[in-house]
Each structure stands twice: as structure tokens, then as C-alpha cells.
């Protein structure tokens, strides 16, 4: 993976609506030494990216890009 935009686009193509079924959360992403903010907006069984802060959130992960790469590749333990 070589950009955060492309991790942030793999976690929605990793999306499974029926785990899903009847959730709408908003998880905000900070991204802190890129500067770049982004939404994963999880509603009506959909997953939508929106590209920079969601006032909406209901929670928002604080990492830097190595790490959002390393969780959707699986190479890091998100916990």
C-alpha cells in the first residue's frame, strides 16, 4: 500500500454489509503526520468515505499513516 488514500479506499473495498446490518456510526481518522482527516461513514448497510474532518463522529482514531497501512493489511494489530 503506498499513500493513506489508498488504505482508507481498502478498508471501504474490505467492507461487509451484512455485519453491518442496522449500524450507522461515523469513525473519524486523523492522520497525524500527513495532516489528512477522513470519515468512514457506515449507514443503511453502505460504507462512504468523505475526505477530511465529520463533526459527526462517533469515534476518531489518532495514528499516523504507518499504522492505519499496517491495520488494513493486516501486518499490525489494531488493538
Known amino acids: 500500500m503506498t499513500s493513506v488514500a489508498d488504505a482508507v479506499k481498502k478498508m471501504q473495498e474490505k467492507f461487509n454489509p451484512a455485519a453491518a446490518a442496522?449500524?450507522?456510526l461515523v469513525f473519524g481518522f486523523d492522520i497525524t503526520?500527513?495532516?489528512k482527516k477522513y470519515a468512514l461513514i457506515v449507514k443503511d448497510g453502505a460504507?462512504?468515505?468523505q475526505e477530511g474532518?465529520?463533526?459527526d463522529a462517533n469515534c476518531?482514531?489518532?495514528l499516523d499513516s504507518e499504522t492505519l497501512k499496517g491495520i488494513?493489511?493486516?501486518e499490525t494489530d489494531g488493538m
Open 22 to 24: 442496522g449500524l450507522d
Open 33 to 35: 503526520d500527513e495532516g
Open 47 to 49: 460504507c462512504d468515505i
Open 53 to 55: 474532518e465529520n463533526p
Open 60 to 62: 476518531t482514531l489518532v
Open 72 to 74: 488494513v493489511s493486516g
